[in-house]
């Protein structure tokens, strides 16, 4: 319904996973897309498929943890195309080496994790705010931990809590400018990363079983959401927190942890 012809629009993190669906999603909707990340070979495959829908692509390799490389993204992005329209900020997660019970996490897992999934997050909307002279509209991708326990990521889940708080802050100080910011939270998609963790049978079973749609999310599912969120049939929506999750609101691991602890009978 929607078209982004003549939008620009950057995707971080958006050669894979998550994030190349939404930069395939905003290509199909016609929009010039701009993609980071750190992988230079992800980087050039997802723009071959990017140009092969028939839309203009710039890939720009940099840490978005990183000011200067944020910084160059917004640069060359401005360079090649004068105004950035829509901004998602996706690169997030949390390494398995950075995860686990809360009584365990060190200062370095603690940074490492909140560094890329709320510091990054927010000045890369910053920096992209400021440049978005005429407007514009910034989607920050959440997840369902925001909302929830979250045992054995709980910094994740506080990093994305407090993405969403500031969503809010953010739609509040910049819609004068005609800037929207939005948050959308997904529940369980199914990526080459998580395909490591659910990697039996059962416990993909276990996973789906929480999901009332019966079935794990994709990476197409959340593209075309950021596609609406960027384009103007959306230009009264600022300041939500969309879930995208099947229906789903139980957190990945929550159960499972629960699960564990009352197999072990140990409830101190
Ligand atoms: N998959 C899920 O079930 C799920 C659920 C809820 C929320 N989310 C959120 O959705 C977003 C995408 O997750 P995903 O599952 O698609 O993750 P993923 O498959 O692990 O991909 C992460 C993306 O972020 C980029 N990235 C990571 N660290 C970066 C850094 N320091 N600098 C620049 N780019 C960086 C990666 O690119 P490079 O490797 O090239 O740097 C990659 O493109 C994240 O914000 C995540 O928290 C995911």
């Known amino acids: 319904m929607f078209s982004l012809k003549g939008k620009t629009v950057v995707v971080t993190g958006g050669a894979k996973g998550i994030g190349r669906g939404i930069s395939l999603a905003m290509a199909r909707c016609g929009a010039q897309v701009v993609v980071s ?3 230079a070979q992800a980087l050039d495959a ?4 990017l140009r092969a829908l028939d839309v203009e692509a710039l890939t720009v390799q940099g840490d978005i943890t990183r000011a200067d490389d944020r910084q160059r993204l917004i640069q060359a992005t401005l360079e090649r195309f004068g105004v950035i329209n829509g901004w998602i900020n996706n690169a997030g997660s949390a390494a398995p080496s950075d995860v686990g ?3 365990t996490i060190d200062e370095g897992q603690w940074d490492r ?3 890329l999934n709320l510091k990054a997050a927010f000045f890369a909307a910053q920096a992209a705010a400021r440049s978005m002279t005429q407007g514009g509209s910034i989607v920050n991708i959440s997840s369902r931990s925001a909302s929830y326990p979250n045992p054995g990521t709980g910094h994740y889940g506080a990093a994305k809590a407090a993405l969403e708080n500031l969503t809010r802050t953010m739609a509040a100080e910049w819609g004068h400018r005609g800037i929207r910011v939005n948050a959308v939270a997904p529940g369980v998609v199914m990526t080459d990363e998580l395909a490591k963790v659910f990697n039996t049978e059962s416990r993909i079973r276990r996973q789906v079983e929480t999901v009332p749609l019966q079935r794990l999310g994709t990476p197409d599912d959340i593209g075309p959401l950021c596609a609406y969120l960027v384009s103007d049939e959306s ?5 939500a927190l969309i879930p ?5 609101f139980v957190p990945m691991g929550y159960l499972g942890y629960l699960h564990r602890v009352n197999a072990q009978g140990n409830n101190t």
Do not use: E, K, M
């Not at 997802?46 to 498929?49: D, E, L, R, S």
């Not at 995208?244 to 789903?248: D, Y």
């Open 46 to 49: 997802v723009a071959a498929q």
């Open 101 to 103: 019970p809360l009584d």
């Open 235 to 239: 230009s009264w929506t600022s300041g």
């Open 113 to 115: 994790v909140v560094d």
């Open 244 to 248: 995208v999750n099947g229906g789903s």
């Open 37 to 39: 990340g750190r992988d």
